[in-house]
Nanobody
Framework: QVQLVESGGGLVQAGGSLRLSCAASGSIFSINRMGWYRQAPGKQRELVAAIASGGRSNYADSVKGRFTISRDNAKNTVYLQMNSLKPEDTAVYYC??????????????WGQGTQVTVSS
C-alpha cells in the first residue's frame, strides 16, 4: 500500500509565500514523475508543476517565475515553493506520483489534497 500525504497549505495574504510538501510512503520500489495539481471551485483540476526523477521540471504558464518544484529522492518527498501568491492561486492542491513496485508495474497515486487560500 502506498500513501501520499501533503502538508503546508493554509491562508496567506497576496504577495506571501507557502511551501507545500508531499511525502510518499509504503511499498515503494521506485518513484518516477512527481507533480502538483490544483483545483479551484467550479474549475477542472490543472497541472501546476511536475518533476522527473532526474530533476527536469515543467510549469504551468500561470506560475512560471513564482513557483518552484523540487524533490528529495532520499525522503520520497516533493515540494512546491510558492512565492508572490495571488488570489487566483486559491485552490485545493494535490500531489501525485508514478510509483513502481518490485514487479515492475507503475501506478499513479494521488494525495488527499491541501487547501491554499490567498486573500487580497
Amino acid at each position: 500500500q502506498v500513501q501520499l500525504v501533503e502538508s503546508g497549505g493554509g491562508l496567506v495574504q497576496a504577495g506571501g509565500s507557502l511551501r507545500l510538501s508531499c511525502a510518499a510512503s509504503g511499498s515503494i520500489f521506485s518513484i518516477n514523475r512527481m507533480g502538483w495539481y490544483r483545483q479551484a471551485p467550479g474549475k477542472q483540476r490543472e497541472l501546476v508543476a511536475a518533476i522527473a526523477s532526474g530533476g527536469r521540471s515543467n510549469y504551468a504558464d500561470s506560475v512560471k517565475g513564482r513557483f518552484t518544484i523540487s524533490r528529495d529522492n532520499a525522503k520520497n518527498t516533493v515540494y512546491l515553493q510558492m512565492n508572490s501568491l495571488k488570489p487566483e492561486d486559491t485552490a485545493v492542491y494535490y500531489c501525485n506520483a508514478d510509483i513502481g513496485d518490485s514487479k515492475g508495474y507503475v501506478y499513479l497515486y494521488w494525495g488527499q489534497g491541501t487547501q491554499v487560500t490567498v486573500s487580497s
